[in-house]
């Protein structure tokens, strides 16, 4: 039988030292903008009941989710996700305190990726949620919140928003089920204009399919919103379009520019969104590298109704962006290495503490001889050898 | 900034890729005398193209290693996941058929029907949808053989004149779906480089139509 001893499952990898640094780097920028936004941290478990996923609004197919079972049978799965979690948790734990609550996460994820693409099957997210609050005010917090962290990792980011009811309001009135709506909101999120017209093209014609149709062609700046105006007059969604042009505006202060565009064709696969919607992308990433909005449906469904929105970074994305960038400064080596003759050892720990205490990165060497140590820092390239006798 | 970077399906795709761009005013010579080199300069250095197997189109564009793609629909469907199919080019026109030998009831009776394909997703969601259970075999060569020796009830296949199953005693029994080259975008790409690559776009849609 093969032993898997010596190599890592698909889509997995250890992380090692500048990796780590890079990454402890990309989070504890991303830890201080919402610690100083004043979000607390939780930690959720890294395995869970499958039922928590498998709501159809979360958007994740049971093929995605690495299962397991229980030692009474029961379906678990590692988390794919961890704003499902979050909501669990609030609905039960903290049902009884008082809102909004504010928190923050940073955790791993977990999703069975198709094998052989590449892709990373663990990866670490940071997010926020705001939850028991719904309101412009909170949907500024949790937009900026995004952008101060964006803009703490990276100097050449773009954001997106969108509004997850425009599509839900034009394509209520349609008579189509939820299988046929599925494809339309597939092929507007896939900006697939020839399937977006066919499936438009069997329905009777009128404003709203109109609409529709136009949806992934709605991207850009302000004048996106002049274009989507006149489209959507008289429709029922007109009132998200207004919504959102009030948040677009409000958020111009912020000075983004260009880096700040809408896109009505935004209409994600996590079904829970009810709000603005909104993603945002670093230059060298070929995905997303942030995703979130409103989801003021979701808590109701593990029994807690209240409004609640916020996002998750791909922290691991933005990590390997600034390793490959170089941007990451990291040395292995110490300055100083400490050697102890015999018996001097606990005044050459003491010393090696002292000198680190005076900001010199100081090593106690642990080879049992002056001759290995000198060695062991020529081959690593260590400036200095140091000996207490 | 560093040029777009598209990835065209080597051969026929290709050829006509590139036809396209000279309409519309690009250069192509380099890609045109290629030699052994893989990435090519196109224009005024407006393009990077490199040449790739149809499913390795999809693979760089889904990675975001190239900007854009030319890649076939039947290459999509079997391959796609996640990125933006911008736009029908028109060209490379053919279409996925259910074919089985001639006179054959293929729908008739309760046992389960053996499909050999190259195409295993594509016929897995075209059986799917029919709610029809079907055992599939992957054929790496010419699936129209394997009815003949009596390996698969039929097969699905790219058809375009329809004439090498006729000379092999199969007729199509039903359309699976319409095939043509489309011009696919990474996601990220189509969000940082919007003007750019709506610019050729707007050009590609023009000249195609």
Not at chain 2, 33 to 38: A, E, M, S, V
Request: net charge negative; proline share 3%.
């Amino acid at each position: 039988m093969n032993q898997y001893l010596k190599v890592t499952p698909e889509g997995m990898k250890d992380f090692l030292f500048a990796e780590c640094s890079a990454m402890d780097d990309v989070c504890g920028r991303i830890e201080q903008v919402f610690r100083g936004r004043d979000f607390k941290r939780v930690i959720t478990p890294g395995i869970e009941f499958y039922d928590v996923f498998s709501l159809p609004c979360s958007g994740i197919a049971q093929e995605d989710m690495f299962k397991m079972t229980d030692n009474r049978g029961r379906l678990m799965v590692a988390r794919p996700d961890s704003t499902l979690p979050i909501a669990r948790m609030v609905s039960s734990r903290l049902k009884n305190s008082t809102l909004p609550v504010r928190l923050y996460y940073k955790q791993a994820v977990y999703r069975n990726n198709p094998t052989l693409t590449g892709r990373r099957n663990e990866f670490l997210q940071m997010g926020i949620e705001l939850v028991g609050v719904k309101g412009i005010r909170a949907d500024l917090e949790v937009l900026t919140t995004a952008v101060q962290a964006m803009q703490a990792v990276s100097h050449d980011f773009r954001i997106e928003l969108g509004h997850a009811e425009v599509f839900d309001a034009l394509s209520d009135g349609l008579p189509i089920d939820a299988d046929y709506k599925e494809k339309i909101r597939l092929s507007i999120e896939g900006k697939n204009y020839s399937a977006l017209n066919s499936l438009l093209d069997r329905l009777p014609p009128c404003q709203a399919v109109q609409a529709i149709r136009s949806l992934p062609s709605l991207f850009g700046g302000a004048e996106v919103f002049d274009k989507a105006a006149q489209i959507c007059r008289g429709t029922a969604a007109a009132e998200a379009l207004g919504y959102l042009q009030r948040l677009y505006g409000s958020l111009s202060a912020l000075g983004l520019g260009d880096d700040l565009i809408i896109d009505l064709g935004l209409v994600q696969r996590n079904d829970y969104y009810t709000g603005f919607v909104f993603s945002g992308y670093i230059n060298g990433i070929g995905d997303a590298v942030i995703s979130g909005g409103r989801y003021d449906e979701l808590l109701a469904e593990f029994g807690a109704p209240m409004g609640a929105a916020g996002f998750a970074i791909d922290t691991d994305a933005v990590t390997l962006k600034s390793l490959s960038d170089g941007s990451v400064s990291y040395s292995d080596n110490p300055d100083v290495l400490v050697f102890a003759a015999d018996g001097h050892e606990m005044e050459a720990i003491a010393e090696t503490a002292r000198l680190n205490a005076q900001g010199r990165r100081a090593r106690f060497s642990v080879l049992p001889t002056l001759e290995e140590t000198r060695r062991f820092a020529a081959e690593r390239g260590i400036a200095e050898v140091i000996t207490v006798e | 900034m560093k040029p777009l970077r598209i990835a065209l399906t080597k051969g026929r795709l290709e050829k006509t890729t590139v036809e396209l761009l000279e309409k519309i005013g690009y250069n192509c010579d380099e890609v045109k005398n290629k030699g052994r080199k893989l990435i090519l300069t196109v224009g005024n250095n407006d393009f990077e193209v490199v040449l790739a197997k149809a499913a390795d189109v999809i693979t760089y564009v889904e990675h975001g290693v190239c900007d854009l793609g030319v890649v076939g629909k039947d290459t999509i469907l079997e391959h796609g996941s996640s990125f933006y199919e911008l736009l029908d080019l028109g060209f490379g026109k053919c279409r996925f058929a259910l074919a089985v030998k001639k006179d054959f009831d293929f729908y008739s009776g309760y046992n389960t029907k053996t499909i050999a394909t190259k195409y295993p997703k594509v016929t897995r969601a075209f059986f799917d949808e029919k709610n029809m259970d079907v055992r599939i075999i992957k054929i790496e060569g010419s699936v129209e053989l394997a009815p003949l020796v009596g390996l698969s009830d039929g097969i699905v296949d790219i058809v375009e004149t329809g004439s090498t199953l006729k000379a092999n005693g199969l007729e199509v029994i039903e359309w699976v779906a319409d095939i043509s080259a489309r011009l696919i975008a990474n996601t990220a790409s189509l969000k940082l480089r919007k003007r750019e690559i709506e610019e050729l776009q707007k050009k590609l849609e023009d000249v195609t139509k």
